[in-house]
């Protein structure tokens, strides 16, 4: 929800503060006061037009700010998420600045983003439905959505099916466009694989080659060096006068013999007997490596050629043995593939009439469930409309086929007509602002609780309502307020009686200039504000008896 809006320099707005919380939240103030402004304030947070115009004359700067208690609310979560914006402990604060020059920045915690970010997000947080913004219900691809809320769980596995039969439609007819554009050029592509899989097969790649064959092309290379220094390291341990292995035993021998007479030898005597084993293992190694050495001009020439094969085929096939495996692999999936094309494209083709037909169907059952619903949801509304002074009101929900996707094959379209005689039309080219908001707030009614955005703003939802209809409009908005932050703009007493927090929105001229002031009222301040919303600027005892009568049922959320 909305927590607070600071405004600076716009129209008559220099500088205003409001804090905003849960429940019903209604703005009242003599026409002109800048009530309005402030609600065009919010959507210019939310990504609406920047003008301008809009600076408050003199300035060269104007902002708007908008912090949002999002919490865990999983559409914003994961909106931010997948646009790396970072929740400040459940918080999203939004500024919108604008220039003399026609510029404007904006900014989500701190970090410019584009204006096309701040809209989708805006779209997220609120719902406006002011005179001039019915950001759902003018969009009738929205349409469907409202009616997929309220029919809810029934439509859960349909909608799925759709999504998953239309995935595999979608992945059958890409697999036969791909082997459509490889059999275009056929014999050209069997001849490139064949010598691919020729060359790849001659070699024979073993993984961990490579590094055996450097390593054996190091020995060959180096034969007398190696056998040079095995024979000269067997004679410095073994052979030499003085050798290690001499010297070794010597010391083992005279320790052994003075055991007798200090037990605690035994340690340092294993060691040497240790060692002793180890350097008669090495003599044994070292033998036999000199005698297995031996130079190899031919084998030297065959690894060398070999290494060089792999070589050129790493450069065109991979960084290693096992890319050149894979590589190969690949290649006689390929040739296979195409040499069975004909027969190939006959079973994908196969394929997608099949899933067509399933994809069909599974449309036809989400279209069903859709269809069996309407008619409920349609005279739900109605209802609801009824009740808010539109008793001639005619609400209807058409579903008509359209190219099908993976939301299905139908297009709903809200029809509507608020006068008798008159049949119903397309609702988002025929409402009036009023009646536009009135629809929505019967349909919000419908699916309070279901689901949609946290916040609702309503701008003069109460045009040409009076008596009991704005009495019922009063109570369904506090009823609302029990499912969303309900913001409003009002000049009826019985929405402002039933408001959970009221703001009266002033004009004060100081030194010349007019300047909007925002005041949160008290007890008694509602009392007056509601008495002069009553009887006009000359508030009597009867008027203000009326205002706390209006006050005395008040529920808070």
């Not at 504000?529 to 959320?557: D, H, T, W």
Request: charged share 25%; proline share 3%.
């Amino acid at each position: 929800m909305l927590v607070e809006l600071s405004v600076r320099q716009i129209a008559v707005i220099e500088s205003a503060d409001l804090m905003l919380g849960p429940g019903f939240t209604v703005l009242s103030g003599e026409t002109g006061a800048g009530k309005s402004l402030l609600i065009d304030a919010i959507g210019l947070a939310l990504g609406n037009r920047a003008d301008s115009d809009l600076l408050r004359t003199g300035a060269s700067r104007g902002q708007v700010s908008l912090i949002a208690e999002v919490g865990s609310v999983g559409s914003i979560v994961a909106f931010c998420t997948e646009n790396g914006l970072d929740l400040e402990d459940g918080r999203l604060t939004i500024q919108r600045e604008l220039s003399a020059e026609g510029r404007s920045v904006c900014r989500i915690n701190g970090r410019t983003q584009p204006v096309s970010v701040l809209r989708a997000l805006g779209a997220l947080l609120v719902d406006m439905h002011g005179q001039h913004d019915h950001q759902v219900l003018l969009d009738p691809d929205r349409h469907q959505d409202y009616l997929d809320l309220w029919i809810g769980a029934p439509l859960v596995a349909p909608k799925q099916a759709v999504t998953d039969t239309w995935q595999h439609l979608a992945e059958r007819r890409n697999a036969l466009r791909v082997l459509q554009q490889s059999v275009q050029h056929r014999a050209q592509r069997l001849d490139f694989l064949a010598f691919q899989i020729q060359e790849l097969t001659a070699l024979a790649p073993v993984v961990g080659e490579v590094a055996a064959l450097e390593t054996q092309i190091s020995r060959l290379k180096n034969v007398e060096r190696l056998s040079a220094a095995a024979f000269e390291a067997r004679e410095g341990l073994f052979d030499s006068e003085g050798a290690a292995h001499e010297r070794l035993a010597s010391a083992t021998a005279q320790l052994e013999a003075l055991r007798e007479l200090d037990p605690t030898l035994d340690e340092p005597l294993n060691h040497l007997r240790t060692a002793l084993f180890a350097l008669e293992d090495a003599q044994r190694s070292l033998t036999d490596y000199s005698e297995g050495i031996e130079s190899h001009p031919e084998l030297l020439d065959e690894a060398l050629t070999r290494l060089d094969d792999y070589r050129r085929l790493l450069k065109k096939y991979g960084p290693d043995e096992a890319a050149l495996l894979a590589h190969l692999a690949e290649a006689e999936h390929e040739l296979a593939t195409l040499t069975d094309a004909e027969q190939n494209t006959e079973t994908l083709q196969a394929e997608i009439e099949a899933a067509e037909a399933s994809f069909r169907d599974a449309c036809a059952r989400l279209s069903a469930v859709r269809r069996e619903f309407a008619g409920q949801f349609e005279a739900q509304t109605q209802d609801e409309l009824r009740e808010l002074a539109m008793e001639h009101a005619q609400f209807r929900v058409e579903i008509v086929d359209r190219e099908p996707d993976s939301g299905g094959a139908d297009r709903v379209t809200y029809l509507f007509s608020a006068n008798p005689g008159e049949d119903p039309r397309p609702l988002h080219k025929i409402a009036s602002g009023g009646e536009m908001s009135r629809v929505m707030l019967s349909l919000k009614v419908v699916l309070a609780g279901k689901a949609g955005v946290p916040s609702l703003i309503f701008d003069e939802i109460d045009a040409g309502l009076s008596g009991r209809a704005a009495a019922i409009v009063a109570r369904k908005l506090q009823d609302l307020s029990r499912f969303y932050q309900v913001i409003t703009i009002s000049h009826l007493p019985q929405l402002a009686g039933r408001a959970s927090t009221h703001y009266k929105i002033e004009k004060q001229l100081s030194q010349g200039r007019t300047r909007t002031e925002i005041r949160g009222l008290d007890s008694e301040e509602r009392v007056v504000e509601i008495a002069r919303m009553l009887a006009g600027e000359q508030i009597g005892e009867s008027a203000l008896a009326n205002a706390r009568e209006l006050l005395s049922p008040l529920v808070k959320p």
